[in-house]
């Protein structure tokens, strides 16, 4: 099943606040996103635009993608 992106899709990526390494990326409908609030303190999640995300996405090693 592939996600829809329309209007409401917003792109992020979770950051580990202790290494602040990448270890996630993604995007979802804003309604299932929680406004924005992380709930796992050790993390910290970073919305990007479509295009940001995308230009994210191209640069990342085809064996490292999280």
């Known amino acids: ?3 829809v992106q329309d209007t409401d899709t917003r792109y992020f990526i979770d950051i580990d ?3 602040f390494k990448v ?4 995007y ?4 299932n996103l929680n406004k924005g ?7 910290h999640r970073i ?5 940001q995300y995308n230009k994210f996405i191209e640069r ?6 999280p």
């Open 47 to 51: 919305f990007l635009t479509k295009g």
């Open 37 to 43: 609030r992380q709930f796992d303190p050790k993390l």
């Open 17 to 19: 606040l202790k290494t």
């Open 60 to 65: 990342l090693p085809s064996s490292k993608t």
């Open 28 to 31: 979802d409908q804003k309604q």
């Open 1 to 3: 099943m592939t996600k």
């Open 23 to 26: 270890v996630s990326k993604g």
